[in-house]
């Protein structure tokens, strides 16, 4: 089974500049969520679709931040314009809606953004 | 507000020796328990939850947690440590009423020593 893709792995950008991340879940599995990890913290949740509805965007910076998931699959997330504390890595997960699996999220290795 | 605490950032143990991650919560009602790993450049892993039953929950590479009501702790543990362990482990809870979002806790780093 393919786990979670993203990418790109790693992006450097100046701040005011705008950049996409990309995130394919697991077959399969109806949620999808949107993490920032700032370096030496925990994942904080930024945004939760359940296919291709918002469930949870409530930490979301909607000035700058958006996310889409059209077709209830791949997911992009949006910055734009990004500020220098927007330097953090971002995580893509999914997990199924049923099954024994359905509270375990499945992690991608995440983008790596330097806002400079 | 809902929150996890790690209250150590480092653990050091030598390899052979038995190890401890601790973890406390503070949310409403009664949440489910996770434990997550993280390697270098990689996402996170997942090791083993606790959502009801027996307090003490096996997982993944011989690791097991228990769950202490009363504390409110879901302390990770293992009998004898690998330096292969050696790893950013993360806590969290998912709260069933609050859209089951998850909050995580910031992380302990676990150094086994050969």
């Known amino acids: 089974e393919a786990g979670v893709a993203q990418s790109p792995r790693y992006k450097i950008i100046e701040k005011r500049q705008s950049v996409a991340f990309w995130c394919n879940p697991i077959?399969?599995?109806?949620?999808l969520y949107w993490y920032q990890q700032i370096l030496g913290q925990g994942p904080k949740l930024l945004i939760q679709?359940?296919?291709?509805?918002?469930?949870?965007d409530s930490q979301l910076p909607k000035d700058r931040f958006s996310a889409e998931r059209l077709k209830g699959v791949d997911s992009t997330l949006k910055i734009q314009p990004a500020k220098l504390e927007d330097s953090a890595v971002y995580l893509c997960?999914?997990?199924?809606?049923?099954?024994?699996?359905?509270?375990?999220?499945?992690f991608g290795a995440g983008t790596r953004l330097s806002v400079l | 507000a809902q929150s996890v605490a790690q209250p150590e950032d480092q653990v050091n143990v030598a390899e052979g020796n038995p190890l401890t991650v601790k973890c406390t919560y503070s949310v409403s009602g009664n949440p489910y328990l996770f434990w997550y790993v993280q390697y270098p450049n990689r996402g996170l892993q997942f090791l083993l939850k606790?959502?009801?039953?027996?307090?003490l929950v096996k997982g993944s590479y011989g690791f097991e947690a228990e769950f202490n009501k009363s504390q409110t702790s879901f302390h990770l543990k293992k009998p004898s440590a690998l330096v292969s362990d050696s790893a950013l482990y993360f806590c969290a809870v998912r709260v069933l009423y609050n859209f089951n979002k998850f909050y995580f806790g910031s992380g302990t780093k676990l150094n086994v020593k050969p």
């Open positions: 679709f359940q296919n291709n509805g918002v469930v949870d």
């Open positions: 606790y959502i009801t039953g027996d307090n």
């Open positions: 077959s399969g599995h109806a949620t």
């Open positions: 997960a999914s997990s199924p809606r049923q099954g024994l699996a359905k509270n375990i999220q499945y």
